[in-house]
C-alpha cells in the first residue's frame, strides 16, 4: 500500500507562483508514473502533468509552459512547480499513483 501526501497549497495572486510536493509512503515510487490531477469549482478532475520513473513529462495544453513536474527519488517525492498562475488554475491539487490518490492540497488564485 501507498500513501500519497500532499503540501504547497494556498492563496496566491494572479501571476505569483506555487511549488506543491508529493510525497509517497509505504514504498518506493521512484520508478513509477505519477500524476498530478486538479479539479476546479463545479469541474471535473483532469490530468494536469504526469512524470515517468525515467524522467518522461506530459502536460495538459492549459499549462504548458507554465507548470513543471519534477521528481526527487532520495525523498520519495514528486513537485509540481507552477508559475504564472491564473485564476483558472484555482482547484484542489491530488497526485496519483497507480490506483492510489492523495488527499489533495487548494490552491486558491485571487486578487
Known amino acids: 500500500q501507498v500513501q500519497l501526501v500532499e503540501s504547497g497549497g494556498g492563496l496566491v495572486q494572479p501571476g505569483g507562483s506555487l511549488r506543491l510536493s508529493c510525497t509517497a509512503s509505504?514504498?518506493?515510487?521512484?520508478?513509477?508514473?505519477i500524476n498530478w490531477y486538479r479539479q476546479g469549482p463545479g469541474k471535473e478532475r483532469e490530468l494536469v502533468a504526469q512524470?515517468?520513473?525515467?524522467?518522461?513529462?506530459n502536460y495538459a495544453e492549459s499549462v504548458k509552459g507554465r507548470f513543471t513536474i519534477s521528481r526527487d527519488n532520495a525523498k520519495n517525492t514528486v513537485y509540481l512547480q507552477m508559475n504564472s498562475l491564473k485564476s483558472e488554475d484555482t482547484a484542489v491539487y491530488y497526485c496519483?499513483?497507480?490506483?492510489?490518490w492523495g488527499k489533495g492540497t487548494l490552491v486558491t488564485v485571487s486578487s
Open positions: 496519483k499513483h497507480s490506483v492510489y
Open positions: 509505504g514504498r518506493s515510487v521512484s520508478t513509477s508514473v
Open positions: 512524470i515517468s520513473g525515467g524522467g518522461i513529462t
